[in-house]
């Protein structure tokens, strides 16, 4: 059936008067006796839900087949693996169907079906009832719709428009998923279906809070403004907004004495202007819906729906103001935010839309509701349920649970209308939310344009890439690319980001497959008009690749996908290498994992050659490559790509920033269309709010299932480092600063995994933000405490007895690094300038931690043990400004400690040499003969250098002659 004719036969109107009557009335209508043995059957057959007492007129798509619908072959090649998303099976329909659509033009019809049985063997016990009872009751019904069909109001014309059907508005457009309401629905139907309306409250002392508000509330404060009112309704794509105006609409009407009421919709308001004037478009429109209001001083509430912010729609207002200017009309506005920004970048309109710079008595945030949020998403499922005409009869709960095994973050209207429409259905079995969402469009376009080939809606998906990525648009594409853009523009542009994601993934999937495929690969590119050298160098922004990988799910589009991969990366070309390894990191099945773990294997021979990374215009892009390479082997478990990539991030400011920049492009919190990642953003600090909540999610899951994946690790590491920029800018609140702290403290109690360098990063991170203020100064000044932290060893000594200033730590270090300088040519081979800086730099690093911990005694293994975690302290600093030196305090301390090569084994000869020389400093003032012999001896015969174990000897002899302090006990 049509869908304007199933909406006629839901509508509250028409099932009132189609008033079917059960098989026992029909019997008696007839003049039949039923059987006892018949009523038995039928009562049996009742139980079992194989025969309704009452009939019910169901609309939808029929199919149409050449077998018997109770044929072994037809169960089997069609009920089994072909699309169910339809109400009945005939033959005799898709013949007259084909018939019909070979004209020109093709006239419009609808059919009606009466089922008689289940189509089973059982199908003879049916017709023995009454000897055919059953069929001519369901003929009957049949006929009876049909007549009442016939006596309405005309369903042809424009369908979608329901133009004069049941009191619809020209403007409103009922059949589209989210915006049904039928039945007679209450206000307080309505409060829960619209229960994620939200108000923002401006308090004096407080700021702004949000808070909640009815739909009742704003019904009353609607009708309670008649004239001159000004009310905005915005949210994102399939909040409700539409939905919600025509609720308003539906209960002012309703309302005792209420002034009349006009539903328009901008979109198709302009459309239709680019050819007449626009007041005589809206007159037209305004006499329809309120006959003979013009020209009168009558109230009216206008709810003028589709607005996404942009200046072509000022017009209408205008026009609106100009033909109803002795009315005052209140206006309800329902304004897209989400359109607005998807918009706003590429025609560089600006930051704040027009709608926000009027007046209004109230502005309404639809909200998404979070799938987690049981009490708010349970009472809008059962507002939609309610009010929206389904069939089904699942309580909320399960519809929840459901949607969450689908995998849906978030709830909307849209959401909840195309599971209650498609759910049950094998078609849409197995599914997660990005198939299930395609899977949905499919049905609907093939509702709208009848039926369709897959390469039909395969172009509907380029049209709304090439809508969201005009960067890709090269020419105007085939003729059967204008008729799918056209498509797309009048019934699918304006649907929610979930659908446009899913539509774009679904046309990189497919335009992927033929580019894979030697015999389509050239003309896919000339067929969809887009730009082959852009499109396989751009990554595509987070939701598109999430829903790339949900379609990967299906293993022959994983398959098509991942040749594609292989053959883009063949071109080793850094910008297209990129692309090829976020797909082969998306890949699903272990088939896949496999191939793309041998693609990774190859590319890293390339990628991770120091030789590759040079310094030239290409080395953004070579980068991105390493750094795709490292993330799509962290997603495939790989533990010591990530290792390396967090080490990379950390050490590098480079990396950090190119890290950073990316995910906010990635997550749409710069300010880009969020469909590709182009690399064209710095980070500056500014908003992260999306990033923040995706990358928060993750670590909060991670800390309440208390495992951690590597990629888990890799979102740990942005997200901090992300706050941690932030606050060195100054641009962090104490309550932001609190709440990040929290986490850290949350995240470390947990039982997530980190590893050494993310774990010292992310503590570092936590005590940077317990100051208002943390930077680079701050990180010198802490590294500057050695030079106050005296050397313990004369401390125990009791050197500071006579009020001398004992030696520190940096005087230590300081006296070291002389000795380098002053006695390196004495060496045997002597050293190259270049070993000498090497040893210097070993040795300014090798007692840093103790500005943390403080000097230890040897013996102090506790405090010994908490060296290598606070050199990864110390080193986590490296990406603030002015800092990238301490990236290699770590690897300079472990030289130092393991002594592994000729300049780390004559640091630590310098070391011991300086403790000698110090003690001939001190040689006066040890507490006695025999601690003074133990602490030079100890320290010289360690010292393994020939030439340098001579000059401790030297000084040796030099010390023994010296007499201990009168005061000082001789053993």
Known sequence: MSISAGYVVNSVPFKKKNKLPSIANFAKRTGYTLAPNERRQLKEWDGAKNLAKTPTVVSGPFAVSNLLIKSARFK???????????VAADMESGLIADGLITLTPAPPFYAVRAISDPATTKKPQYDAIGDGLIRRWAMSNALDTVKLLIAGPSLFGDERKLSGVSGVPEDYSPEYPGQRILGAPTTSDFDDRFSNMRVTVSKRDHGETVLPIRFSKLLSEILE????????????????????????????????????????DARKIIKEAGSADTVSVLRRRVDRDAAGLVDTKGSVIVFLDGLIGTDSERPIIEALSRLLARNEPTLVLGFGLDHYELQADSNDYPPTPYLHNRTHDRTVDLKAISINDDALATAVISGIVRTSGTSTSEP???????????????????????????????????????AFVIQSMQNLYGDLYGRFTSRQFNLLCVAALR??????????????????????ESDFALFPRIVQTALIAKAVVYILGEFANPKSSSAIFKSTGINEELFLSLVFGNDVNSAVKDLMADQRVEDAVLSAAHKISDTLEPASLSYALYLFGRARSERGRLRAEKAFETAAQVLLDPGTISPSEQTKFWRLARRSLYISRSLNGDKKATDSYIAAVISDPYEDRLNRSFHLEYYRDHNATGVTVALDHEDRGGNLRRTRQLLGRRIEAAISSGTTGEYDRICILTYFSLVRYRHELAKLSTEQREQEADLIKRLMASNVTLGPELSAFVIMVEHALSRDLYSSLDAVVELFATKAIPRIGWVDRQMTSEKQVVESVASHVYGAMLLVDLLSERLTPKLEPKETTQIIRILLYHDIAEAYIGDYRPTDGETKSKEIPTMHRIAAPATYQHLPGLAASFSHFQRFETGADRCASLARDFDKLDAVFQALVYASHFPSLDNRRQFVTGNKERITDPTLREIADEIWRR????????????S
């Open 76 to 86: 089997e090649y069609v009920l089994k693996n072909a699309d169910r998303n339809y």
């Open 225 to 264: 403004k008649p004239r001159a009112g000004s009310f905005l309704v915005q949210g994102r794509g399939g909040g409700g907004k539409t939905a919600l105006l025509r609720a308003l609409q539906l209960s002012v009407n309703d309302a005792h004495e209420a002034p009349k009421t006009v539903f328009l």
């Open 396 to 434: 909320p709960e399960p519809i929840l649970a459901a949607l969450r095994t689908l995998g849906f973050l978030y709830l909307n209207h849209f959401v909840v209308s195309i599971y209650l429409h498609n759910a049950g259905k094998m078609a849409f079995e197995g599914k997660n939310s990005s």
């Open 467 to 488: 809508s969201y990525c005009r960067i890709l648009v090269k020419s105007a594409g085939s003729a059967e690319l204008a008729t799918a853009h056209g498509r797309y």
């Open 959 to 970: 010390i023994e002659k010296i007499p201990l302090k009168a005061t000082t006990a001789v």
